[in-house]
């Protein structure tokens, strides 16, 4: 009775170079959380085609879903949809029904459907589209792969169209303890604990703020009462 | 002549979960970019022994520098040196020298020297030490793995204090132009920039703000004069 399991893959030069900060990463992380979902494993990997089909092979047969963020746009650079073909061994061609959709939406915007445009409109063969409402240029499922673009607000919004049509499992409750000790001092009881709960995955997160060391404890659980029952007896252990 | 690899490894539930967001991995990011060390993939994994040290061993095989954040602290879900030593076969053990350097931060701040605090001198055999001048626990070097903590200040200074042994490549040089028109206009003359100039390393990152849709177009490579001459002809292109 575990979670369905899931893995990212972030498509990008600009994330490893250190001049972009992902934050699709963490906004994953947490939806998936919400619904029960357990991302396992994340990878970042460069504009190269060789990694990125190596990673999408190897984690789309690993987990139950992958995640990827980036390369779906119309530049040169841009060859996730190619090394998702590649990876698969399916054909990609410029399909009617995504040409419709952005021609549509560049109609409506008065701006030319050119051949780089045209590029975001091609699809490997039997993949589901994924809905874009920021700007249009959609998404595509292949097997358990969902891909999706890197743009942070074009992201959330097709992880929101994604995220209900697959069967997630218990969310994960999570409650938090603050303890203004040095992790040294709560690493004793808090390992018996944990050895008390083995169903509960428990952590401690240290952090010094203003020369005081502490740690934010986490208890986690797909059983809200142990996980209070456990709660209980950690703030009685640092009372 | 090209520039020494890398890759890191990020080790934590509390990232994959979505409770923290992680910040090791755009620090080290940039930190490797000025010294010309080509970071190449990230993996961010959770605390499990198996998924680490399948990390470590993949990871250590396929790149120059392997850098590791989290997971070297006191409590019990802190388990990556006993990773580190499996993944490359040493004994671990509580090491003098370490055992030193922690007793010594500890009579002076006052604190009890107890197991726990102890476990944080366990070292995996012939490493090298990595200092910790926030907190005193040090990281270690085994091969070309640095093992160093999670705690974004200790993880920082920890870098600092490593990357002066690594030989680096040349740096890379960027210069970053933005232009506020959207990536289908962009797509084509940047398309024929690149094909002139194969030896650098062009990236478009698109961004809209207010409505307005445009690009950061990032030109990189390591010889000055020539990302320059790019730089003029992308900006005659866009002017």
Known sequence: MS???????????EILSGRTRDSNMHHLAGELTKVGIDLREVRVVSDDNGAIIAAVQALSSAYSHVFTSGGIGPTHDDI?????AAAFNRDIDVRADAREILAEH????????????????RIPEGAALIEN??????????????????????????VASVLPGLTGGQPLISETLRIDRG????????????????????????????????????????DPGMVEAAMTKLKAAFA
């Open 3 to 13: 979670n369905p399991t899931a893995a990212m893959i972030v498509i990008g030069d």
């Open 183 to 222: 992790e040294g001092d709560i690493a004793g009881p808090l390992g018996a604990l944990a050895e008390e709960y083995p169903h509960l995955s428990m952590g401690s997160y240290p952090f010094q703020k203003d020369g005081v060391f502490g740690a934010h404890v986490v208890i986690r659980g797909s």
């Open 106 to 121: 560049y109609a409506r915007a008065g701006t030319e459907m050119n051949a780089a445009r045209l590029r975001m409109a």
């Open 80 to 84: 996730t949809a190619d090394c998702i």
């Open 133 to 158: 409402p920021v700007s249009a240029a959609p998404g595509f499922i292949v097997e358990n792969v969902h891909v999706m673009a890197g743009v942070p607000a074009v992201f959330q919004a097709m």
